[in-house]
């Protein structure tokens, strides 16, 4: 499985961002996704996954209720809907793909190349 990120950019603080995640690869629909950050200086942290099927959603405390998962198997693509962002958020945010839904990095495997989304205050 290949992934393809975008959707990041600059945004105030307040505002929104949708960012996509294109899988290429007839096997996209049995794989769960994730999605996770990285700041500068800091580890890479879990934010969102989806079992494979849609119905399953895990986020991150941080993101709930700002964040939501979602994924259309049928244009290979797993999407990461963030609302009222804050500075906080800024990070480059990597997809993944893992044979189960989880929170734990080292399951996924399969990355993305990250995008980056900057929040100013």
């Known amino acids: 499985v290949q992934l393809q990120a975008s959707g990041g950019g600059l945004v105030q603080a307040g505002g929104s961002l949708r960012l996509s995640c294109a899988a290429s690869?007839?096997?996209?629909?049995?794989?769960?996704m994730g999605w996770f950050r990285q700041a500068p200086g800091k580890e890479r942290e879990f934010v969102a996954a989806i079992r494979w099927s849609g119905g399953i959603t895990y986020l991150a405390g941080s993101v709930k209720g700002r964040f939501t998962i979602s994924r259309d198997n049928a244009k290979n693509t797993v999407y990461l809907q963030m609302n009222d962002l804050k500075p906080e958020d800024t990070a480059v945010y990597y997809c993944a793909a893992a044979g189960r839904i989880t929170t734990t990095v080292n399951e996924y495997d399969y990355w993305g190349q990250g995008t980056l989304v900057t929040v100013s205050s």
């Open positions: 690869g007839r096997t996209f629909s049995s794989y769960a």
